[in-house]
């Protein structure tokens, strides 16, 4: 098993530009979750899917769009960068709602 | 909605001693509290939870305790260790119409001195 897998690992973007970050989980896993990390921020949601076709608001949505086509993959698109999302991203997978969330190793993104 | 508040920030300790984590959430109905472990440059893993129908739970040197009452639960770890060093960080589950999200507390940088 993979678990949960995330790219690019390193990405810099500049002002305007749109890309979508990838993760992808092989443990057939419901429920995912998209999370960016700030210093002194903890971990703050942005989206969440409880599985294919069903997403959901996280705390901090404004600026990214997701879609969930299938159990694996939940990709995050960051629609028009900002410097404000210059941030470490993690996805992460768990069985049930309440339940272990397994992360990916995190994308580092830098918006100029 | 859900607010967890962690303390303290940063925490230092000798190699040996005892080290506690706390953290307050608010919201009365949350019912699943996990602690998280993160060291420099990886991704968080989970070292241990609890749910509220327990007061306590224990793995090795690692405890968590739940008061309901007062909505808060702590982390301690026993006999640190060097590779105890870490940023740790706890949660809570805010309730949503699809069920749980986990609301994350902003973090604990500890460091064991040896």
């Known amino acids: 098993n993979a678990g949960v897998t995330q790219t690019p690992k390193f990405q810099v973007l500049k002002t305007g530009q749109s890309m979508t970050l990838q993760c992808a989980q092989d443990?057939?896993?419901?429920?995912m979750s998209w999370y960016r990390q700030d210093p002194g921020m903890g971990l703050r949601l942005i989206h969440y899917?409880?599985?294919?076709?069903?997403?959901d608001q996280g705390e901090v949505p404004n600026g990214y769009n997701v879609s969930r086509s299938t159990t694996e993959d939940f990709p995050l698109r960051l629609l028009s960068a900002a410097p404000s999302q210059t941030s470490v991203y993690f996805c992460?997978?768990?069985?049930?709602?309440?339940?272990?969330?397994?992360f990916g190793p995190g994308t580092r993104l830098l918006v100029l | 909605g859900e607010n967890v508040e962690q303390h303290p920030s940063t925490l230092s300790v000798q190699e040996g001693d005892s080290a506690v984590i706390k953290c307050t959430y608010s919201d009365s109905a949350s019912n699943y509290f996990p602690w998280y472990k993160q060291e420099l440059g990886k991704r968080p893993q989970l070292i241990i939870d609890i749910r509220s129908n327990v007061g306590e739970k224990k793995d090795q040197r690692i405890a968590v305790t739940l008061n309901k009452t007062a909505k808060h639960f702590s982390l301690h770890i026993t006999e640190t260790q060097p590779e105890d060093s870490a940023v740790y960080f706890c949660a809570a589950t805010q309730l949503w119409e699809y069920g749980n999200k986990l609301v994350f507390g902003a973090g604990t940088i500890l460091r064991v001195k040896s």
């Open positions: 443990m057939n896993h419901e429920y």
């Open positions: 899917s409880v599985g294919a076709g069903i997403t």
């Open positions: 992460a997978s768990s069985r049930g709602s309440a339940e272990t969330q397994y």
